[in-house]
């Protein structure tokens, strides 16, 4: 123990500790599990509060609006005033609905974006289940999370929210399929479907990240992420001139708080792992810079040079703030501008460099260099 | 011990699902319990170390195939009586199909009590070992040929769905995006020159 910490606060982390190792191991394992996912479970809920503030702010400063800055100092109180705003109104629930469904919809869309975590390497030990096909637990939580709009949808019975729900089913079917190719790339580049492996690829540098090799599937994967979480501009499921709010328009109160939560938490999500797949995750962009070496051993500028979890942070908010960029900046698309985006433009840029990259890992260029087969 | 009270739960849950499917009066609700189905078959076969299968089940049939299935039944208009008078004449055929999966199902567990097995069932994999790897190393050596036949049988049936549903319709309106693209500002706007008009 250090020396400025008190001799019975040190006796009792001691005494703790003894109690734990004395405990049986599956108990350990539990308690250890279940503290790492309410960590990451708290750490994205706050994330998805504050990230509504700064989209708010970041959109009003692109309009030369000051955004929310009424409720504590900078308007920082304005994500738990409107939580508990969500909170206390009353749930309304449709009498023509299908109850159950209409219920269960919120959470369908909620579960997924919050399991696909379970997986994802904060840094190179901190990760809930290190599974050998994460990247496939990625893509299949992620293709999970369509129920809950179509649900919502045909629950409420009514024709805005069907084909709101029509349409997000349909562009998320699409755009998973050139999604699942951007991410082919990725495992043919790492060798792994495990995302530690992915980051482990990717370290030593920005030199070695994958975004330079497979820029085509980067940008494709980016794009098919902003459209797989229904954000501007694909927005068309709730395109508000048109069909009023789409699949959540009868939805109030806590159902719909549930809703916003499952969005935001997609997104920051769809950041993350566009940082782990393309941007090398927790790894820093300044590793294996000989001239830098030094600074890892100075405290807080070590940081820079060291990786963990600030990096994949920083990345992840890199991303957030594009999406709140797109949605200040473009107009919605329209609906068969989107298919054809999918369909025609994606998946036969992702097929194509696929094939690129089959001829780049047989001359071995790029990533590929070191197999020495 | 805790393993087969899992499975066992997940087992109930299976069946009761599966009782489901075919018991609910509304159809959608018919499609929600096929998907919570292969969710629970998902889960016993990641009890049985199967992980590649079990995530890919959820990625191909829940993720994919009952998306379009409930797209589908949620657009139809159901017409349950006409489907309960279908009931009385499948039935034979259901029953004897049935008859004959109950047979099959009856007769692995006869050979399982006699001591016969054929393939290591839930046997423990060795330390290291990479489900997902492995799949590929046979799939893409010894069975090349069913895996690439698999993959043009998938083919052909895509571009013949595709054919199927291509028709030419006259006058239809369709964008040219490429000629949008490559508009330029002198085909659209004429710059009259004219003189400016003179004081009253």
New interface residues.
């Given amino acids: 123990m250090a020396d400025f910490v008190p001799q019975f606060v040190s006796n009792w982390i001691d005494w703790g500790l003894a109690v734990f190792y004395s405990l049986p191991e599956w108990v350990q394992y539990l308690t250890v599990t279940t503290w790492k996912i309410l960590f990451v479970l708290i750490a994205v809920i706050l994330i998805v509060a504050f990230s509504t503030y700064f989209e708010r702010k970041v959109i009003g400063s692109m309009q030369a609006r000051v955004g929310p800055n009424r409720v504590g100092p900078l308007g920082l109180g304005q994500p738990f005033a409107d939580v508990i705003k969500l909170l206390i109104k009353e749930v309304v629930v449709p009498s023509q609905s299908s109850r159950f469904l209409f219920v269960i919809a919120p959470l369908l869309s909620l579960i997924p974006a919050l399991a696909t975590w379970a997986v994802i390497p904060l840094n190179d030990w901190y990760v809930i289940a290190d599974i050998n096909a994460g990247l496939l637990y990625v893509l299949a939580l992620t293709s999970v999370g369509v129920y809950g709009i179509i649900l919502a949808g045909w629950s409420t019975n009514s024709k805005y929210a069907l084909l709101g729900a029509m349409r997000s089913a349909a562009q998320i079917v699409a755009y998973e399929i050139a999604m699942g190719f951007a991410l082919v790339g990725v495992l043919m580049a790492s060798g792994s479907l495990n995302l530690g492996d992915i980051v482990m690829a990717q370290t030593g540098g920005f030199s070695q990240w994958f975004l330079f090799p497979l820029f085509p599937l980067f940008v494709v994967y980016w794009i098919s992420g902003v459209a797989e979480t229904n954000r501007a501009p694909f927005d068309v499921a709730e395109g508000e001139s048109e069909i009023v709010a789409g699949f959540h328009v009868e939805y109030s109160g806590v159902a719909f708080a549930i809703f916003f939560l499952a969005e935001y938490a997609n997104m920051v999500l769809i950041s993350t792992l566009t940082a782990i797949f393309f941007l090398g995750g927790w790894a820093s962009p300044f590793e294996g810079l000989a001239f830098l070496a030094p600074l890892s051993d100075i405290p807080i500028i070590g940081l820079l040079v060291t990786g963990g979890l600030h990096w994949l942070f920083f990345k992840m908010c890199m991303f957030m703030y594009t999406f709140f960029w797109f949605r200040a900046t473009f107009p919605r698309y329209r609906y068969d501008q989107i298919m054809r985006l999918g369909w025609k433009v994606f998946i036969p840029v992702t097929i194509v460099w696929i094939t690129v990259e089959g001829a780049m890992a047989w001359f071995q260029v790029g990533p590929w260099s070191g197999l020495g087969a | 011990m805790f393993q087969s009270v899992l499975f066992y739960v997940f087992a109930i849950v299976l069946l009761g699902a599966a009782s489901g499917v075919v018991f609910s009066r509304?159809p959608?609700?018919s499609v929600?319990f096929l998907?919570l189905t292969f969710f629970q078959s998902a889960v016993l076969w990641l009890m049985a170390e199967a992980?590649?299968l079990a995530?890919?089940l959820?990625?191909v049939y829940?993720?994919?195939v009952m998306?379009?299935f409930?797209?589908v039944v949620?657009?139809l208009e159901v017409n349950i009586e006409a489907a309960k008078r279908g009931l009385t004449r499948y039935a034979p055929l259901g029953i004897g199909v049935a008859l004959l999966m109950v047979i099959e199902l009856v007769q692995l567990i006869w050979l399982r009590s006699q001591g016969v097995t054929g393939t290591s069932g839930f046997a423990a994999t060795p330390e290291g070992y990479?489900?997902?790897?492995a799949l590929g190393a046979v799939l893409y050596t010894e069975h090349v040929y069913a895996f690439e036949i698999a993959a043009v049988i998938l083919l052909l049936a895509i571009i013949a769905a595709i054919t199927l549903t291509m028709r030419k319709r006259p006058g239809i309106k369709v964008?040219d995006?490429a000629a949008q693209v490559a508009v330029r500002a002198k085909d659209r706007v004429r710059i009259v020159k004219m003189d400016a008009e003179k004081k009253q």
């Fill in positions: 509304n959608v609700h929600m998907v992980e590649f995530i890919v959820v990625l829940v993720g994919a998306v379009l409930l797209f949620m657009m990479n489900n997902t790897k964008q995006i």
